[in-house]
């Protein structure tokens, strides 16, 4: 899991669309005051991830997007250390230990790593300040992503998301693959990963 924890010092609500016809005139959602056109229908699209609201069009015109940051989720660690003391009281110790510390180790990460959507990249950051993550120590560079430069991504398991996968050519121009724990919560992820990266070929969380 190269890309998946960084280091251990360093080292996702229901989406909600909304089309609107605007046959003379609606409010905008985004200045909050009237608009007009007589001739035009178009479609107004807003999706709220994580508390944050993201505005991807109006009136056909390219709007910034605002910062997304999926809420963080402690079930993989809690069901790793969960099994690694049920291993403990069968007496089973070989398997609990690297159980247990990888499972402190990804309770310790959840606590501190953030992904961070921002207009144009994916970007890992550290701590509820955000601070820089700084250069990732397996494969080089920023712990930052275009969007843009993603070639395939995808989320395993749907229905207990366990890894997010990425590949993008900003690192290398072959490839660079990435695998990341899910310590985030999974819709949110997922949403935000369709609504910036497009759809992923095969995964997604089932629908509540």
Do not use: C
Request: no cysteine; proline share 7%; net charge positive.
């Amino acid at each position: 899991m190269e890309s998946a924890l960084l280091s251990a010092s360093r080292f996702l609500p229901s989406q909600n669309r909304e089309v609107v016809g605007l046959p003379r005139s609606f409010q905008s959602l985004f200045y909050g005051r009237p608009v007009f056109n007589k001739s035009i229908l178009r479609r107004d699209i807003s999706s709220r991830h994580g508390g944050s609201l993201v505005v991807t069009s109006v009136l056909g015109k390219k709007v910034k997007r605002e910062t997304v940051i999926p809420d963080p989720d402690y079930r993989i660690p809690i069901v790793l250390l969960g099994a690694a003391g049920g291993l403990v009281y069968t007496n089973n110790l070989l398997p609990a230990a690297p159980i247990g510390l990888l499972g402190l180790l990804l309770l310790f990460q959840t606590t501190r790593v953030r992904f961070v959507f921002d207009e144009e990249a994916l970007d890992v950051k550290i701590g509820d300040q955000l601070q820089e993550s700084g250069e990732n120590v397996f494969v080089g560079g920023e712990n930052r992503w275009k969007y843009s430069t993603f070639v395939n991504w995808e989320l395993w398991w749907p229905s207990f998301p366990i890894l997010v996968y990425f590949k993008e050519t900003q690192t290398k121009p072959e490839g660079q693959v990435h695998f990341f724990p899910v310590i985030f919560n999974g819709k949110q992820l997922y949403d935000v990963m369709v609504e910036r990266a497009g759809p992923s070929k095969t995964s997604g969380p089932k629908q509540s």
